[in-house]
């Protein structure tokens, strides 16, 4: 019998490290991050998160690379979960949490909140580029996850599936999202 935490996967070395240092390197026209809430609107709230971020669409500079980074993970995923199928995908989103940055726990039932135009996700997926930050990590249903530079971690975007990004105390912490549908 399958418990919550078996949909939850952290894969390693699944991000090319010169993507990585390319992507922290490179000068993304940053925005506060926003909160989504349930009315759709967009609200920025520090009590509920405290980073920046931006979205890379496609035509834009590492669109391709990540998109095809991504579907490398699905296919891990999928060997994992063979009833597992992706018809659609989101835009992608660099996130940048700086020392003292978080996000506060919360559920990804998104619905055109973040670019998607086909129904809710059941999948969010996480790349990290870097590792050498101190706090900064991620608690998914209950349980801490070490995420080292490369790695990915993918999990069902649904009620069972609770997280946030605790507090970074050190460094800055660079991620990029992807949901599902």
């Known amino acids: ?11 390693t070395d699944v991000v ?13 026209n940053y925005e506060k991050s926003t909160y989504s809430t349930h ?34 993970v ?12 992706v018809q659609r995908h989101t835009d992608f989103r660099i996130s940048k949490y700086s020392k003292g940055c978080f996000m506060s726990k919360h ?13 809710y996700p059941q999948v969010t997926i996480l790349l990290f580029l870097n590792d050498d930050y101190e706090g900064g990590k991620i608690e998914i249903a209950d349980t801490l996850y070490d995420t080292p530079a490369g790695s ?19 460094g800055t912490r660079y991620s990029v999202t992807c949901w599902l549908m």
Request: a neutral charge; proline letters at 2%; aromatic letters at 16%.
């Open 107 to 119: 559920i990804d039932l998104i619905h055109h909140s973040h670019g998607q135009q086909y129904g």
């Open 16 to 28: 090319d490290s010169q993507l990585c240092n390319e992507m922290i390197n490179y000068e993304f």
């Open 152 to 170: 990915s971690i993918v999990f069902p975007s649904n009620f069972m599936y609770p997280h946030e990004v605790l507090r970074v105390k050190e």
């Open 39 to 72: 009315d759709s609107g967009k609200v920025v709230k520090l009590e509920r998160v405290a980073s920046v971020d931006c979205w890379i669409r496609e035509r834009y500079k590492f669109y391709t690379r990540l998109k095809e980074t991504y579907e490398k």
């Open 74 to 85: 699905i296919k891990l995923y999928q060997k994992d979960f063979s009833d597992f199928a």
């Open 1 to 11: 019998m399958q418990k919550v935490n078996d949909y939850i996967k952290l894969y």
